[in-house]
C-alpha cells in the first residue's frame, strides 16, 4: 500500500517548453536533407568481403550457410516464389539439378498457378539438355493450365527445334481442341506451310473459319488458296462467305475482296454482278469504299452506262434511306419510284411499289390521303401502260377502293380512272357498275358529271336523263346540273321537257340568287327575245310571298329583267347610234329631240311593262316610282323626272353613252 502510495506520489517530468518560437534564419527542407545524406552517403554499406574457397570442406561449409539462408528466407514467406526461384537457380549454378528439381517441386506444390515458375523450371531442364524431363514439365503446364498460350508456344518450338514434326503436329492439335485466339491458328498454318504441306493448311483454315468466323478470316483463307494458285478453290471461299453471312451481317469488306480477287482474274462482268449486289443490300453508310472501289473500277474498264449506273445506285441508296427514316414520306417514295421505273425490272418495280402502299396514313382524314392515293394511281397506269396486265390493273383498282374509307371520304377520280380503264379494256358493263357503286356509296357532283359525260358520250340518252333525276335529287341547290339538263333536252328537241325543268329550278327555295339569276338567263336564252320582255312579269307573279327575303328577291329579280331587256335591245341602239352619226349635220335641237322621243319610247315601253304591279295610283303621273330599301322605306319615295333625264342627255354627246346614263338614273339604283 505505501509502495503504490509512494508510486502515485512520483512526478512525471516536465518537457522543457521552446520559448523563443520565431522561425529560424536559416530554413532547412526535406529536399536539402536528402540532397545532403546522398552526399555523404551515410546509408551505403560497404561490400562484403570476397572469399577464396581453397579446399573442400570450406565449399561445404559456404553451401550450409547459404542453404541455410535460403530456407530461412523461404520459411519466413512461402508465398514470395522469388525466394524459390533464387534457391532453384543458386542449386542450379552449383551443378545440383537434382536438388534444383526438389526446390521447383516444392515451389510448385506451394502456387502451381505462378506462369514464371514453370517456364524457369522447362527452361533449366532444356538448358541441361533434359529433354524428356521438359517434356514431362510441359505436359503437366499445359494440362494444368491450357489457356496461357506461352506454354504451347514454347512447347510447339522445342519440338520443332528437336526435329520432332509429328509430335508437334500433336501438341498443336492438343491445342486446337481448346479453340484458341487467331494467332494460334495462324501458327498452326504457318507450321504446316514451313513443311510445304498445304492440304494439311487448307484443312486448318476450313476448321479456322468455323471457330472464328470473321470476315478477314475468311478473306485469308480465299488469299491463301489464291496464293498457291487455286483459284477455283478461292471463288468457292468467297461465295461460301457471302451465304455464310447473308444479308443480315454483311460487310463491305468481303465484296470489295471478291470484286478485286474477280477482277484480278479478268472477270469484269462478275466484278460488275458484285459490286451492284451488295449495293443492293448495304447501306449507304456502310459502303462508302464499296462506292469508291465500284467507281474506279467503272472507269477503269467500264463505259458510259456503267457509271451512270453508279449514279443510279448512289440515288437508290439515298432514297432507301429516307423511306426508311419515315415510312409515310410519299414525296420520297414518289421520287424513289420514277428512279427504279426507269431502270429497274418490273419485279423490282412492284416490289417498290407494294412497299409504298403498305405505308397507310394512320389518320382517316382526307388531306393525309392526297399524296398518298397517287401512289395507287401511278401504280395502275404502270401496270397497264408499261406492264401491259390488264388483270393485274384491275386488281390494283379494286385494291384501291376497298382501302379507302368511303364513309368518311372518297377520291371521285380513283372511280373514274377504273371505269375508264374497264371502258378502254372493252368492259362496259364493269364500267357502268364501278360508277353505279360510286354513287350509291359516296355521291359526288364529280361522279355525277362523268358518269353522265361517259353515257354522253355513248348516246344513252334514257340513261342520262335518269343520271340527272339522281344528281338533282342529291344537290337541287347546284343550277348548272338544271341548266345542263334542259340543256341536253333542248338538243335533243324535247322545249317543252327544257322549259318545265327550268321552271322547276325557278321554284327551288335552296336556290340563291346568283344561281337563280344564271337559271332566268338561261330561260330566257331558250325562249327568245320576243318573250324576254315578258319575263319579269311572270317572275314577279311567281314571288308573291309576303316575307321580307320575297320581298327583296323580287324587286332584285325586277331590276335583273330590265337588265336583260336592256341588254337585248342593245342592236336598237346601235342602229340609233348610226343614223346619228349619219345625221351630225343637223341642228342639235333636232337631234336632242329625236333621241328624247326615242328613249321615251323604249324606256316607258319596257318599265311600264315590267312594273305593273308597282305604278303609282295616279296613272297620269309624269314621274317613275322605286322602292327603296331598309330605313328610306318611310320617307317619301324618290322620283326621277323628265329634267334629269334632259341634264344626262345635255352632258354627254355620245349618243349610246347618254342612252346608258340615262337608263342609270332612271331605274335610280
Partial sequence: MAASTAAGKQRIPKVAKVKNKAPAEVQITAEQLLREAKERELELLPPPPQQKITDEEELNDYKLRKRKTFEDNIRKNRTVISNWIKYAQWEESLKEIQRARSIYERALDVDYRNITLWLKYAEMEMKNRQVNHARNIWDRAITTLPRVNQFWYKYTYMEEMLGNIAGARQVFERWMEWQPEEQAWHSYINFELRYKEVDRARTIYERFVLVHPDVKNWI?????????????????????????????????HLYVAFAKFEENQKEFERVRVIYKYA????????????????????????????????????????????????????????????????????????????????????????RHWKRYIYLWVNYALYEELEAKDPERTRQVYQASLELIPHKKFTFAKMWLLYAQFEIRQKNLPFARRALGTSIGKCPKNKLFKGYIELELQLREFDRCRKLYEKFL??????????????????????????????????????????????????????????????????????????????RKRKRDLCYWNLGEALKMNLEQYQIRRESTNSCRRRSRREERSRLMTGLMQAGKSTMITSSQKMLPTNPTSN???????????????????????????RVNPDPLVRVNRCFIIFINL
Fill in 220 to 252: 485469308k483463307y480465299a488469299r491463301f488458296e489464291e496464293k498457291h494458285g487455286y483459284f477455283a478453290h478461292a471463288r468457292k471461299v468467297y461465295e461460301r462467305a457471302v451465304e455464310f453471312f447473308g444479308d443480315e451481317h454483311m460487310d463491305e
Fill in 279 to 366: 449495293l443492293d443490300r448495304i447501306s449507304k453508310q456502310e459502303a462508302q469504299e464499296l462506292f469508291k472501289n465500284y467507281t474506279i473500277f467503272e472507269k477503269k474498264f467500264g463505259d458510259r452506262r456503267g457509271i451512270e449506273d453508279i449514279i443510279v445506285s448512289k440515288r437508290r441508296f439515298q432514297y432507301e434511306e429516307e423511306v426508311k427514316a419515315n415510312p409515310h414520306n410519299y414525296d420520297a417514295w414518289f421520287d424513289y419510284l420514277r428512279l427504279v421505273e426507269s431502270d429497274a425490272e418490273a419485279e423490282t418495280v412492284r416490289e417498290v411499289y407494294e412497299r409504298a402502299i403498305a405505308n397507310v396514313p394512320p389518320i382517316q382524314e382526307k
Fill in 473 to 550: 335529287e342529291f344537290g337541287p341547290e347546284n343550277c348548272t346540273s338544271w341548266i345542263k339538263f334542259a340543256e341536253l333536252e333542248t338538243i335533243l328537241g324535247d322545249i317543252e321537257r327544257a322549259r318545265a325543268i327550268y321552271e322547276l329550278a325557278i321554284s327551288q327555295p335552296r336556290l340563291d340568287m346568283p344561281e337563280y339569276g344564271s337559271v332566268l338567263h338561261s330561260l330566257n336564252c331558250l325562249q327568245g327575245k320576243k318573250e324576254a320582255w315578258l319575263n319579269a312579269d311572270r317572275s314577279m307573279k311567281r314571288l308573291t310571298k309576303p316575307c321580307e327575303t320575297v
Fill in 623 to 649: 314621274s317613275w316610282p322605286w322602292p327603296n330599301s331598309g330605313r328610306n322605306s318611310n320617307r317619301k319615295r324618290r322620283l326621277v323626272s323628265k329634267t334629269q333625264i334632259k341634264t344626262s342627255l
